[in-house]
């Protein structure tokens, strides 16, 4: 964890991934997360797949608990209880922000939504983030990543396999729309924590999952289609020097020589200056920015020979050395050797007592300097009870001179 949000207090409501990822991501950044679980299973990250560690260890603990729950604290609150309630309004009073992810109208019926705790605390920072947003048709429409990456125009992906069913066909390191509304979601909160800053004003965000994966995703796309009414295919928009390459060794790099400088100097270096007249950089791009490919259709075979000449290390040597814009194709198995990989030290370990005191997990990809990040383990359920509610307990004496809350004491235990 770092200290950037240190002073900022998360309450946690969301059971599932987009949640989830969104406060632990600012967990890491330093903010004291709060997950409110009720009994008896708590958080569904506690027990959803993968479980355990290897395929001999299914110990029924979920993977992507401390995954994504590092760096919490849990507490024992049920917001349907009428017992829970004075405890879970003094945390509302004392939060900053507040997350969940339910489906439109369960927080109004748990007296959570956001003109409740308004009421409570008006400068609180409310975000919603579900599947489809709190309007439109398909608001109360159950759905999970891949049904937001389909319906966010990635259905070139399903395919019929050789029994005629229909596949979906996803490449293993595709961005899940799970954590780019989680990253939305995220960026909205800052922005109106510092909003709130300046003004006092609270706010409600309303963050779309579904939504969150379109504009990212289909951004340009969308684009081209809304001013052109044709749609742009991803495979004619450049050449052969935008592609994967297979390597003498059997691996793959990826080639973007997409600037006219880039083409020149590749072609020095592989000693081919007779490629130098299949690009034109004024094609389709005025300015000369692009190297676009000219009609030359036995450009992609010259290439596929000039990588498959050399190993996928001669290549990244060398691309290092001239400064060109060939990078590896890695799965994750190779991550984790990847040399860019170890040096930026993208992995960190937790614990956990079921799991083992050794589990590695990806790291925030934010360094703060002057600052070593260390991952805190995820709790066990309401591991923190307690200690929360003695928190709550001594704010309020400073707050009022009494631990009385709506009327009802703040109880002792969960």
């Not at 967990?27 to 959803?48: K, Q, T, Y």
């Not at 990826?254 to 007779?274: Q, S, Y």
Request: glycine share 8%; with cysteine; charged share 25%.
């Amino acid at each position: 964890m770092l200290s950037l949000l240190q002073d900022v207090k998360v309450l946690d409501v969301s059971v599932l991934a987009p949640g989830a990822i969104m406060t632990q991501k600012l967990a890491d950044l330093g903010a004291n997360v709060i997950l409110v679980e009720r009994l008896p299973m708590g958080n569904f990250l506690r027990s959803m797949p993968p479980l355990g560690i290897g395929d001999a260890q299914h110990t029924g603990r979920g993977l992507h608990h401390p995954e994504w729950s590092r760096g919490k604290r849990s507490i024992k609150l049920d917001l349907s209880e009428p017992a829970d309630r004075p405890s879970f309004e003094a945390l509302v009073r004392s939060a900053d922000v507040f997350v969940e992810g339910s489906r439109p109208g369960v927080m109004q019926r748990l007296g959570a939504d956001y003109e409740a705790l308004k009421r409570i605390n008006p400068a609180l920072v409310y975000c919603s983030i579900t599947a489809w947003g709190q309007t439109g048709p398909y608001r109360d429409l159950p759905a999970h990543a891949a049904s937001f990456e389909l319906a966010a125009g990635l259905g070139h992906l399903v395919r019929v396999n050789e029994e005629g069913r229909a596949e979906y066909d996803r490449p293993r390191g595709l961005p899940t729309a799970n954590g780019t509304g989680a990253l939305n979601a995220v960026a909205g909160v800052l922005a109106a924590l510092l909003r709130r800053q300046r003004t006092g004003e609270g706010a409600c965000l309303d963050v779309s999952v579904w939504e969150a994966a379109v504009s990212d995703w289909q951004s340009t796309r969308l684009t081209f289609v809304a001013n052109t009414g044709t749609e742009q295919v991803a495979s004619e928009t450049y050449g052969p020097n935008y592609a994967p390459y297979e390597t003498s060794d059997g691996r793959f790099v990826f080639v973007a020589l997409l600037r006219p400088k880039f083409w020149e100097r590749f072609c020095e270096v592989t000693g081919r200056p007779d490629l130098l007249d299949a690009i034109d950089p004024y094609r389709d791009d005025p300015s000369g920015a692009i190297a676009y490919t000219r009609d030359a259709p036995g450009l992609g075979d010259e290439l596929r020979a000039i990588f498959a000449a050399r190993t996928f290390d001669e290549w990244m040597l060398l691309a290092v050395e001239k400064l060109l814009p060939i990078t590896p194709v890695l799965d994750t198995t190779d991550l984790l050797t990847d040399a860019q990989f170890v040096s930026r030290e993208i992995m960190t370990e937790t614990s956990d007592p079921e799991l083992g005191e050794h589990i590695r997990v990806p790291a925030l990809p934010v360094k703060l300097a002057g600052e070593v990040y260390n991952a805190r383990p995820a709790p066990t359920l309401g591991e923190h009870t307690e200690e929360i509610l003695r928190e709550l307990r001594h704010e309020e004496r400073i707050a009022t001179g009494r631990a009385v809350i709506g009327g009802g004491a703040i109880p002792t235990s969960g």
